[in-house]
C-alpha cells in the first residue's frame, strides 16, 4: 500500500518564489497547497490537516505571525518553518515567539529548504512516536469522530459503522475539501490496488452517505464527476 504524500501549506506572496518552491517540493514528493495570500492561508491552516507550514512573514493582508499565532492556539505541535527576509536576530526571535520551530533567510538554497523540512517532520513523528497520543476526535459540520474510542456521532447521536466505512470516512475527515480519487481510496482504505472496473468505492460511499445522512441530514460526501469524491458542506452545485 503506498502511503499518502506528507502534505504541506505554503504561503508566500512573491509569484516567482512561490512557483519555484512549489515545483521543487512536488519533485520531492510532498503534496502541496499553495496560498498566495494571508486570508487564504488562514483559512487553508484552519480547515485542513497538513504535515507541515511554510509560511512567509512579509505577507499584504494577515501576516504570517499572526497566521502561525491563530494556528498553535489550536495545534501545539505541527511544525512551521518561517521564509523571511528579515534575517536580524530580532525578527528571528520574534518569528520563533509567535510559535514557528524553524526560520530559513531569503535567499535560501533548496536544498538546504528539503533538509530543514526533512529534519522538522522527522523531529515531528519522533514526538508522536514517544508520547502517549491525545484522546483524537476528528471534528467536521455536526459530525464527529472519536479515533480513540472509535465512535461516530452527528448532531451528537451515535452512528454505527462497519470498519471499513469507519476507515472510509475517517480518510475524508482527514481531508476535507480535498477531492479524493477512486485509486486514493481504494489504496488508502482497502490496502490493495482493485481491478480498475471494481465499483467498491461507489459502493461503500452509498452505505456511508446513507448512515449520515439519516434523519434528514444534510450531505457532505460529495460526488465530483469524473474525478472522485469529497467531503464538503451542502451548495446547490454538488451532488
Known amino acids: 500500500m503506498k502511503s499518502l504524500s ?11 518564489v512561490c512557483s519555484f518552491i512549489n515545483r521543487g517540493l512536488t519533485e520531492e514528493g510532498f ?17 485542513t490537516i497538513f504535515d507541515l507550514l511554510i509560511l512567509d512573514i512579509m505577507l499584504p493582508d494577515i501576516n504570517g505571525l499572526d497566521i502561525c499565532k491563530a494556528v498553535r492556539q489550536n495545534n501545539q505541535h ?37 533538509a530543514r523540512i526533512k ?22 459540520s455536526d459530525l464527529q469522530v472519536n479515533d480513540t474510542t472509535k465512535t461516530v ?6 452512528i454505527s459503522l462497519t470498519s471499513t466505512e ?9 481531508n476535507p475539501y480535498r477531492v479524493l480519487s477512486r485509486t486514493d481510496i481504494l ?25 449520515l445522512e439519516r434523519n434528514q441530514n444534510p450531505r457532505v460526501i460529495h460526488t465530483v464527476i469524473g474525478m472522485g469524491y469529497v467531503l464538503k458542506e451542502s451548495d446547490e452545485h454538488t451532488k
Open 6 to 16: 506528507k502534505k504541506i501549506l505554503l504561503v508566500e506572496d512573491d509569484s516567482k
Open 31 to 47: 503534496e502541496m497547497t499553495v496560498a498566495m495570500t494571508g486570508k487564504q492561508g488562514m483559512e487553508w491552516a484552519s480547515s
Open 78 to 114: 505541527i511544525p512551521i518553518l518561517f521564509l523571511t527576509a528579515l534575517g536580524s536576530a530580532e525578527n528571528i526571535a520574534l518569528g520563533l515567539d509567535s510559535g514557528a520551530d524553524d526560520y530559513l533567510v531569503k535567499p535560501f538554497k533548496f536544498i538546504e529548504l528539503v
Open 119 to 140: 529534519s522538522l517532520l522527522r523531529r515531528s513523528e519522533n514526538f508522536e512516536n514517544r508520547f502517549v497520543k491525545e484522546e483524537a476526535i476528528y471534528r467536521f
Open 153 to 158: 456521532s452527528r448532531n451528537n447521536e451515535e
Open 166 to 174: 469507519y476507515r472510509l470516512l475517517l480518510m475524508f475527515l482527514k
Open 187 to 211: 489504496e488508502h482504505v482497502w490496502g490493495v490496488n482493485f481491478d480498475i472496473g471494481t465499483n467498491v468505492v461507489d459502493v461503500y460511499v452509498n452505505y456511508l452517505r446513507k448512515k
